[in-house]
């Protein structure tokens, strides 16, 4: 590692900002270490890890190589170099810097680049790869990641993140490669001016929002278009598409919260950019009071993920989870359409393996099939194809950390989208005299109670990825024992029609579960904690007993 860090230091420009942030840290072992000890790698959703120097970092040599090996695979895979690849950005610090290296690294390999001149939300660039017939697609953002963070999400020809074949292809092309190498490049404005890059604008922003439109299930009779609603983008690239959806809908009491409206990598108003956590919903929160809001939707930076808090009709607001609103959703979809005559006959949704039994109970009552696919949407929208060759059209799909894509379309997680459909299904709950919170408690009535916790360990650096090892590894060597466990299911090696992954899934006699899996995209090892009883009090203690028990054995693995 200290070789390489002398090895940076004498090759980075001493201009650079690198060099003298390497020159700040000489002599710091742990920072050294924690800097160099990997080449930042893809997870589930490509690149991402903290700015700065290193090896583990992004900065402009590990996203300069990470676009070289993608070129590199484009043209040995025998891709037409002409289909081009999609680039989108967010909000991130260097993101729109990023994006321009990666567009003048494409085009100095011949390889056409679309760029989107400001930021775009996640799902409009999944959309583009599509409607372009691109080849790939690229994205610059570190999604719900602290701001210290920047990613790189990677996406093929169908619109949905690297996986398989493509995936390994690509990181073998990016390991051969020395970060120092010179790639060829083209300056921006001279490959404009050649078409190698083309700037992308309205026309595919409008024909995102109509694609969004089209997802519409209710007609206005239907909907009490005056329903309060506050939304905040979290200072991300949800801003712009979400009013225009609104705008377009009708909605018009909808309100977006004007201090994280803008633009902002600092995120100076919100503690971090993870709608998933309610904290992120604090400034909402005052809005919504004053404005007597029935709902609150926040996305995230990229706008991929979507969460929501409902009123509880006495001044305040209950957050649901990615489970709770996953639920809430299908149930809508299906009974609108079902009413309307538009449920497929061979309908199919596709769920995660750590994503609880809410929405599967939902779709099996309306005859949906449901599919199972590892986290993350490379995985879920990977699927899309298999179903349908089944014969099965795609209806919905989701998991648990609050993501969900209601169309087939956009091959990965859709805020823009859910954020329309909560909309509209809370305006059309309002028109019936009814709140969210009320529908979901019916579901409950008629479904169960569905209980879930999810407990996320954070470990960070190198020694946190070795403790993390020795927690799953003392799991899968029968750590857990036998506390009325009927059924383990270790993925390691695949499971019936699952690729292989590092999880395992502990089902109780009781039908509860819990599941247990290391993050492809931070430091941590996440828990997954489910169960259903008519009972609503039975239900959470069934949770909380798994907590309690799987947090003793954690607490004992050093």
């Known amino acids: ?26 002599g710091n072992e742990t920072e050294i270490t924690e800097r160099f000890y990997r080449d930042i790698e893809f997870g589930t959703a490509g690149l991402r890890g903290i700015c700065g120097a290193g090896t583990n970092r992004m900065n402009d040599l590990t996203v300069g190589r990470a676009t070289q090996g993608i070129a590199n695979y484009i043209l040995k895979s025998g891709q037409d170099p002409k289909q081009g690849v999609a680039i989108a950005y967010d909000c991130r610090h260097h993101s729109k810097e990023f994006s321009e290296m990666a567009a003048e690294i494409f085009a100095g390999n011949g390889i056409r680049a679309y760029l989107f001149p400001s930021l775009r939300p996640t799902p409009e660039l999944s959309y583009a790869v599509r409607k372009l017939g691109a080849v790939s697609g690229v994205n610059m953002t570190a999604s719900h990641n602290p701001k210290e963070y920047n990613g790189y999400k990677v996406y093929w020809n169908d619109g949905a993140q690297i996986s398989g074949e493509v995936s390994n292809g690509i990181l073998a092309e990016i390991q051969k490669l020395d970060m120092f190498g010179a790639f060829p490049r083209v300056p921006l404005a001279e490959a404009v001016s050649q078409g190698l890059v083309v700037m992308l604008g309205e026309e595919m922003d409008r024909d995102y929002l109509r694609y969004v439109l089209s997802l519409a299930q209710r007609p206005d009779a239907e909907l009490d278009l005056d329903t309060p609603i506050v939304y905040t983008p979290l200072n991300g690239a949800g801003s712009v598409p979400m009013m225009e959806m609104a705008k377009a ?10 201090e994280q409206k803008d633009p902002d990598p600092d995120f100076k108003s919100v503690p971090f950019p993870n709608p998933e956590n309610p904290k992120a919903f604090a400034v909402a929160e005052e809005i919504g009071r004053r404005a007597g809001a029935e709902v609150l939707i926040a996305t995230d930076p990229d706008s991929d993920r979507m969460a929501i808090e409902v009123s509880d009709g006495k001044g305040g ?61 490379k995985n879920i929208c990977g699927r899309i194809p298999e179903l349908q060759a089944d014969g099965y059209t795609y209806f919905f799909g989701y998991e648990e950390s609050i993501g969900c894509a209601p169309g087939e379309e956009v091959r990965d997680k859709d805020g823009i989208s859910a954020g329309m459909l909560v909309s509209e299904m809370a305006a059309y709950y309002r028109k019936n005299g009814i709140g969210l919170l009320d529908a979901l408690d019916r579901l409950y009535q008629k479904y169960g109670y569905f209980s879930e916790d999810q407990v996320s360990v954070v470990l960070q650096g190198k020694a946190g990825q070795e403790r993390i090892g020795r927690i799953m590894d003392a799991f899968r060597n029968g750590a857990f024992g036998a506390r009325n466990v009927a059924q383990t299911i270790d993925y390691i090696n695949g499971y019936r029609d699952i690729p292989p992954q590092n999880a395992l899934k502990y089902v109780m006699t009781d039908g509860s579960w819990f599941a247990m899996r290391p993050s492809g995209t931070e430091p941590k090892i996440k828990f997954y904690y489910y169960a259903v009883d008519r009972d609503k009090n039975v ?20």
């Not at 590692?1 to 000489?26: F, V």
């Not at 979809?333 to 929405?359: C, N, W, Y």
């Open 249 to 258: 809908r009708g909605f018009r009491n909808f309100t977006i919260v004007p």
């Open 317 to 377: 607001y209950v957050p649901l989870n990615g489970n709770q609103t996953g639920g809430l959703l299908i149930a809508y979809l299906a009974e609108s359409q079902k009413r309307h005559g538009t449920l497929p006959e061979k309908a199919a949704m596709i769920q995660s393996i750590v994503t609880g039994d809410f929405g599967r109970t939902v779709c099996e009552s309306y005859g949906i099939k449901v599919y199972e696919a590892l986290t993350g949407f």
């Open 1 to 26: 590692m200290n070789e390489t860090y002398q090895l940076w230091l004498e090759k980075l420009d001493k201009a650079s900002p690198l060099y003298q942030e390497l020159l700040d840290i000489q």
């Open 539 to 558: 239900s959470r203690q069934r949770v909380a007993d798994m907590v309690a028990a799987v947090s003793r054995l954690i607490d004992g693995i050093e």
